[in-house]
């Protein structure tokens, strides 16, 4: 008897132990889910407050906008800009040079390579003289899609020997555009 109740509490004892780990795995994935919904949450206070000042900037952009005389011409983007860092300073925030509230993000800048307006335009590519060719021929009676298209099709079922043309042109373009660059980085 003695036996029977030392293994039933053995029994007992083995159930409440895989009874516990479940429930400790069950509190784990409740603990994970809580930590994702406080950082939603985090992000959704953060949009809340970038949107608030986001609006109250387009009220007083528009208040001064409407405030403005018409006889005054004063560039719209002169008015964004000065409303924009007024209402920022006012509102104990600081700005930047380039008249932006500063970002806390952690995205890595985007540095896209900007064309010099001086500098020469890129050469065009050998399909790109071939659009121009026949787009006059196509641009009569067809939407601008069902141009692009039929220049596509045509494009894809013209033989080499009617592309090389075609490539003659963009090696034309490039010579130039080399050249031009050489005379650019001179200057």
């Excluded at 036996?3 to 516990?20: D, F, I, L, P, T």
């Amino acid at each position: 008897m003695a036996e029977e109740k030392n293994e039933r509490v053995s029994q007992g004892s083995a159930n409440m132990n895989s009874c516990c780990e479940a429930l400790r795995k069950q509190i784990c994935e409740i603990e994970k889910q809580n930590q994702s919904l406080k950082q939603k949450i985090r992000t959704a206070k953060k949009t809340i407050t970038r949107l608030r000042l986001e609006r109250s900037f387009l009220f007083d952009k528009l208040e001064r906008v409407e405030s403005l005389s018409t006889q005054e011409e004063v560039p719209f983007s002169d008015v964004c800009q000065d409303s924009f860092k007024t209402h920022s300073l006012e509102k104990g925030r600081e700005v930047e040079k380039n008249g932006r509230l500063p970002s806390h993000s952690k995205k890595a800048p985007n540095f896209k390579a900007r064309r010099d307006p001086k500098g020469p335009r890129r050469p065009l590519s050998a399909f790109s003289w071939f659009c121009q060719q026949r787009f006059a021929d196509l641009a009569n009676n067809l939407s601008t899609q069902e141009v692009n298209n039929a220049l596509r099709t045509s494009w894809k079922d013209l033989d080499s020997s009617e592309k090389e043309k075609f490539f003659q042109l963009y090696e034309q373009d490039k010579k130039r555009f080399d050249k031009e660059m050489l005379d650019c980085e001179e200057q």
